[in-house]
């Protein structure tokens, strides 16, 4: 690797929340192909559920989500439709004796669903799987939809985590990425959920906002802290709008520069740590109880479309239009199209898979490999040849050139270890995407590594 400096940290490069990721996915792995995945999985095999709802009643400008801007219910409960037929088509092609041991409900925003139909949705999912004692059920949750039905009809679905968005409770900044939401909004919804036995919360905050600084960063900090979150994920803001066309409507004469990223991640990175959370990874934190800081403990923390995950399922089951399912065959992933994926699931088909890819030997050496480097900042050459054979050659001398070539010392070799050193977490994706065999293929574009 050649010498690294902070400018090299605009070079883009995927998150690796999968390995081949989301874009190197192909149109030949049809619902057929997930029908045969899923008749396929061996009996006793745990399962994770995610659900997306794609609709929002404001749209953020800084989101990357797939979603739509909707004042209106009826989208919705027309779309709710479509969920309960697909939740037991897919359950009907699945051994009976799986067992679901996570259900986690994205968007958009899932807070949007009115208590009725929060009540049926669970009923049909525990109607179509079975659920293991202790399974998780999170839900991103936006205070602006929110009352005190709400929160009941949450506690009911059985959740035992809550997800907020925060981003930055600055006003300017707020105004500038269209999000307005007040600290006293977000602990109202953090109190209730506890008020209600929920046991686990955590927040989301991003940096690299317009007019974004240190002492906003601070501010923002300091009142995440004092809800007390079990966890906290600090993103970068990815801004992609030859993707998200919205995101056109933020100035970016007022985005900070990559020095200035760096430095707002570096500097709430150790605000947290200061206030007793756990680094996990390159960008979350949690409390020294939480099942995500035990996992980075035990070595068994995991990477999927939401990031870090303390998910030990073996199959990830994506509900809803755009949603991706991980299995051991390969990924498969739903039309982005909410018309599309209507009519697909309400006509003979039942399922609306539209592309995916099957996972190739090297595929998962490869997935193996950049999971452990985004999660334990490294990895065992023996436990790779012992893992996958001789598929695991190449990539281990393309390991021993990289380390030898790092003049700045960011990813050394040590005996048998491969290691990202201190130093060079802030350039991890970077790392990782040397092992990308994919990366080069096509004109996909991706955010900046920091």
């Known amino acids: 690797?050649?010498?690294?400096?902070?400018?090299?940290?605009?070079?883009?490069?995927p998150r690796y929340t999968s390995y081949p990721t989301a874009p190197h996915f192909q149109k030949s792995i049809d619902a057929q192909s997930y029908k045969n995945w899923l008749a396929g999985l061996p009996p006793k095999s745990t399962v994770s559920l995610y659900l997306h709802i794609p609709f929002c009643d404001r749209l953020c400008w800084f989101c990357g989500c797939t979603t739509k801007q909707t004042n209106r219910y009826d989208p919705i409960k027309r779309y709710l439709r479509s969920v309960h037929l697909e939740i037991a088509a897919v359950a009907a092609q699945l051994p009976k004796t799986v067992s679901v041991t996570a259900l986690h409900l994205g968007g958009g925003s899932p807070t949007m669903l009115?208590?009725?139909?929060?009540?049926?949705?669970?009923?049909?999912?525990?109607?179509?799987?079975?659920?293991?004692?202790?399974?998780?059920?999170?839900?991103?949750?936006d205070p602006n939809d929110l009352n005190d039905a709400k929160y009941d009809a949450l506690a009911d679905f059985g959740v035992t985590r809550a997800s907020l968005g925060v981003q930055d409770f600055d006003p300017k900044v707020q105004q500038a990425i269209n999000r307005p939401q007040t600290f006293e909004q977000t602990r109202q919804v953090v109190e209730a959920m506890r008020a209600r036995g929920v046991g686990s919360v955590n927040l989301d905050m991003l940096y690299g906002l317009p007019h974004q600084n240190l002492d906003t960063i601070d501010d923002t900090v300091d009142k995440i802290v004092s809800l007390d979150p079990d966890r906290i994920a600090l993103f970068g803001y990815a801004h992609v709008p030859w993707v998200k066309k919205h995101q056109n409507m933020i100035?970016?004469?007022?985005?900070?520069?990559?020095?200035?990223?760096?430095?707002?991640?570096?500097?709430?990175?150790?605000?947290?740590i200061?206030?007793?959370?756990?680094?996990?990874?390159?960008?979350?934190f949690a409390r020294q109880h939480d099942t995500m800081s035990i996992a980075e403990q035990d070595g068994t923390l995991?990477?999927?479309?939401?990031?870090?995950?303390s998910?030990?399922?073996?199959?990830?089951i994506g509900i809803g239009a755009s949603s991706i399912g991980r299995l051991p065959q390969g990924?498969?992933?739903?039309t982005p199209s909410t018309h599309e994926y209507q009519r697909r699931i309400e006509g003979d088909e039942k399922f609306a898979t539209v592309r995916g890819i099957h996972l190739s030997d090297d595929d998962r050496m490869r997935a193996w490999l950049i999971e452990r480097l985004m999660c334990?900042?490294?990895?065992?050459?023996?436990?790779?040849?012992?893992?996958?054979?001789?598929?695991?050659?190449?990539?281990?001398?393309?390991?021993?050139?990289?380390?030898?070539?790092?003049?700045?010392?960011?990813?050394v070799q040590s005996g048998e270890q491969f290691l990202v050193t201190e130093s060079g977490r802030p350039y991890l994706r970077l790392i990782a995407s040397q092992f990308d065999r994919y990366l080069k293929q096509g004109e996909t574009r991706h955010s900046v590594s920091v």
């Open 251 to 272: 100035d970016v004469a007022n985005l900070p520069g990559i020095q200035a990223r760096y430095e707002q991640a570096e500097h709430a990175a150790a605000r947290f």
């Open 302 to 309: 995991r990477r999927n479309f939401q990031g870090y995950t």
């Open 311 to 316: 998910d030990h399922a073996d199959v990830l």
């Open 331 to 334: 990924y498969v992933q739903n």
């Open 1 to 13: 690797m050649q010498s690294i400096s902070i400018s090299r940290l605009k070079q883009p490069t």
């Open 376 to 411: 334990d900042f490294g990895f065992s050459a023996a436990d790779l040849s012992r893992r996958f054979g001789q598929v695991a050659d190449a990539a281990l001398s393309e390991a021993a050139v990289l380390a030898a070539n790092d003049t700045e010392h960011h990813f």
């Open 114 to 141: 009115e208590p009725d139909d929060l009540t049926a949705l669970m009923a049909t999912f525990r109607r179509h799987f079975s659920f293991a004692d202790g399974a998780e059920i999170s839900v991103e949750m």
């Open 274 to 284: 200061k206030s007793g959370f756990r680094r996990i990874g390159m960008d979350h």
